[in-house]
């Protein structure tokens, strides 16, 4: 028979046992969800950034394009851009089954690109990783435009190593094409610049394009020149002895 006092004891240490045994299952469970991330190749790896930009007529889809890479969301019919903003898409390099090798994090950069007088200024260029060059698959004048002005602008302000692509998009809108696949194409061959086309609104190539640039960056010396321009702009430290 237990009297008050041991039954209060009693109580106590069948608490502890249940805690104990809690906290060994707990510690078993980590460490085997320790080990399949370990498995799974999820190894952290280091984020480089790079500064992306997007050019090209109003209304062709730029700020949309960013939101859908930034969130996977299409949001349609936004205010039209005034001033900049900032958006970003991350993206691993690594293929199925692989650790990831390199994580490239694109700082989108987003304009007004009205017109010849409101046009970016020399900063929104500067230092560009990448550029994208975009007009509107269902208008002739935005590629027009690409080719007479937004092409030699960006190659004008941007480094030498910039990375331009010229991108088609609202492919999902096929029926009132007036720009051909062929068309975009012979004008990025001619040049010198990647070509994708793509969709926000059916999510059509928006992340490979993303993939496809990141395996070039670092395919041309991006991590150096990053190592580089990073070791540039730190304060030279001087010692007043
Ligand atoms: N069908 C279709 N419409 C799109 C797509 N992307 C954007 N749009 C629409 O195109 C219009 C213009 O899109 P914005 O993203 O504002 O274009 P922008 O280039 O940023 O325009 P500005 O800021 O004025 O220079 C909006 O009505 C969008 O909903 C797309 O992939 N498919
Ligand atoms: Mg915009």
Redesign the pocket.
């Known amino acids: 028979m237990l009297i008050e006092g041991d039954q209060h004891h009693a109580n106590v240490l069948f608490v502890r046992l249940c805690l104990k045994k809690i906290n060994k299952t707990h510690q078993q469970n980590t460490k085997h969800s320790a080990q399949v991330t370990t498995m799974a190749g999820h190894v952290p790896c280091e984020e480089i950034k790079v500064k992306l930009i997007l050019i090209?007529e109003?209304?062709?889809?730029?700020?949309?394009?960013a939101m859908k890479s930034e969130s996977g969301l299409f949001i349609?019919?936004?205010q039209?851009?005034i001033g900049t903003s900032i958006h970003s898409h991350s993206c691993s390099t690594a293929h199925e089954g692989e650790s990831p090798s390199s994580s490239v994090k694109f700082v989108i950069w987003d304009t007004?690109?009205s017109d010849k007088y409101f046009a970016p200024s020399p900063m929104f260029y500067r230092n560009a990783d990448a550029a994208l060059i975009m007009y509107d698959v269902t208008s002739a004048v935005s590629l027009q435009k690409a080719k007479d002005f937004w092409i030699e602008r960006v190659q004008h302000f941007t480094p030498d190593h910039t990375l331009m692509a010229l991108v088609g998009?609202?492919c999902?809108?096929e029926g009132l094409r007036q720009v051909s696949t062929v068309q975009g194409h012979e004008l990025a061959d001619r040049e010198g610049l990647e070509f994708f086309e793509t969709?926000?609104?059916i999510d059509l190539s928006v992340n490979a394009l993303f993939l496809k640039l990141s395996e070039l960056l670092l395919a041309h010396g991006l991590e150096e020149r990053i190592k580089h321009r990073d070791a540039a702009s730190k304060p030279s430290i001087c010692s007043i002895s």
């Open positions: 090209g109003v209304g062709v889809g730029k700020t949309t394009f349609p019919d936004l039209q851009t007004a690109c998009h609202k999902d809108l969709s926000a609104k």
